[in-house]
């Protein structure tokens, strides 16, 4: 089984920043694609930023110039840098991974618990 631990939530205003962290652990062979989604208060889960194992990183319109994801495969770890805030970026955020999770495995996608950012105006 593998598990996502993600941690870096919590308040802030407008203009600010905030470093979101995603650990995983577990049964890993190796991580293909991660990424983090959010999702408002009646609204689908939306895909925020994804980085392969190897490739170009996709975001979504709103975040493009504003977030940067980044991992740390020695870590098994990704990162969202969020800068310049906005109070429509309130949201649970989750962190995703497309997880190897043997030799000649599947790769089985996991979630994390989510971690609330709030932006006040």
């Known amino acids: 089984q593998v598990q996502l631990v993600e941690s870096g939530g919590g308040l802030v205003q407008a203009g600010g920043s905030l470093r979101l962290s995603c650990a995983a652990a577990?049964?890993?062979?190796?991580?293909?694609?991660m990424g983090w989604y959010r999702q408002a208060p009646g609204k689908q889960r939306e895909l925020v930023a994804a980085?392969?194992?190897?490739?170009?990183?996709n975001y979504a319109d709103s975040v493009k110039g504003r977030f940067t994801i980044s991992r740390d495969n020695a870590k098994n770890t990704v990162y969202l840098q969020m800068n310049s805030l906005k109070p429509e970026d309130t949201a649970a955020y989750y962190c995703?991974?497309?997880?190897?999770?043997?030799?000649?495995?599947?790769?089985?996608?996991?979630w994390g618990q989510g971690t609330q950012v709030t932006v006040s105006s």
């Open positions: 995703n991974a497309l997880v190897v999770i043997g030799w000649r495995s599947a790769a089985y996608n996991f």
């Open positions: 577990g049964t890993i062979f190796s991580i293909n694609a």
């Open positions: 980085i392969p194992s190897g490739g170009k990183t």
